[in-house]
């Protein structure tokens, strides 16, 4: 059975509650060396990555944090500046707000991404439309330019046989009236 309350006095005499305090205020947001890679690797410009592929992970990630972390640090080079985030053996731990300029960014760049494949999509949709419309456009155009010519040979063809008709008409009243 354990006893709570001795398992709470004997951490606190152990100075472990205050550690786990201490580090909580210090660094409160931790993530493994494959996630922060595999999560914040769209924020790095693509030579950079290229540059990351060679690296032992803890390396990976604390090369990415020192690159993404860059603003903060040449803003505060003057000042007793503490980074925003420091490696572990397993983790990078970040200070408060650290990991939410990080997410930030990275929803920001999602956004921009997320616009850019909106764009295109619908870019696509509306060449598609107006070809569509275009090609609907060209046919009625062709099926009435056939029309037109033909339309005026037939009334051509019928003045022509009414012309036909008349001259016929008199030539043989013509020939009625001289028998």
């Known amino acids: 059975l354990?006893?709570?309350?001795?398992?709470?006095?004997q951490l606190r005499s152990a100075g472990l509650l205050t550690a786990v305090e201490l580090s909580r205020e210090?660094?409160?947001?931790?993530?493994?060396?494959?996630?922060?890679?595999?999560?914040?690797?769209?924020?790095?410009r693509?030579?950079?990555?290229?540059?990351?592929?060679?690296?032992?992970?803890?390396?990976?990630?604390?090369?990415?944090?020192?690159?993404?972390?860059?603003p903060f640090i040449e803003q505060y080079r003057e000042s007793t500046f503490n980074m925003p985030f420091a490696c572990g053996y397993t983790k990078v731990f970040f200070?408060?707000?650290?990991?939410?300029?990080?997410?930030?960014?990275?929803?920001?760049?999602?956004?921009?991404?997320?616009?850019?494949?909106?764009?295109?999509?619908?870019?696509?949709?509306?060449?598609?439309?107006?070809?569509?419309?275009?090609?609907?456009?060209?046919?009625?155009?062709a099926l009435f330019r056939s029309q037109h010519p033909s339309q005026t040979f037939m009334e051509k063809r019928s003045a022509a046989i009414k012309i036909q008709a008349t001259v016929r008409s008199v030539q043989q009243r013509a020939d009625y009236l001289v028998i």
């Open 2 to 9: 354990v006893n709570h309350k001795v398992v709470l006095r």
């Open 26 to 44: 210090v660094f409160p947001d931790k993530l493994p060396f494959k996630a922060v890679t595999r999560r914040f690797m769209c924020l790095m």
């Open 46 to 70: 693509p030579q950079m990555i290229r540059c990351l592929q060679d690296l032992a992970l803890p390396d990976k990630a604390q090369l990415m944090m020192s690159i993404l972390f860059s």
């Open 95 to 141: 200070r408060s707000g650290g990991l939410q300029f990080l997410e930030l960014q990275r929803q920001e760049r999602c956004e921009q991404a997320a616009e850019q494949i909106q764009k295109s999509i619908r870019k696509s949709l509306k060449q598609r439309r107006y070809l569509r419309i275009r090609l609907a456009v060209i046919t009625l155009q």
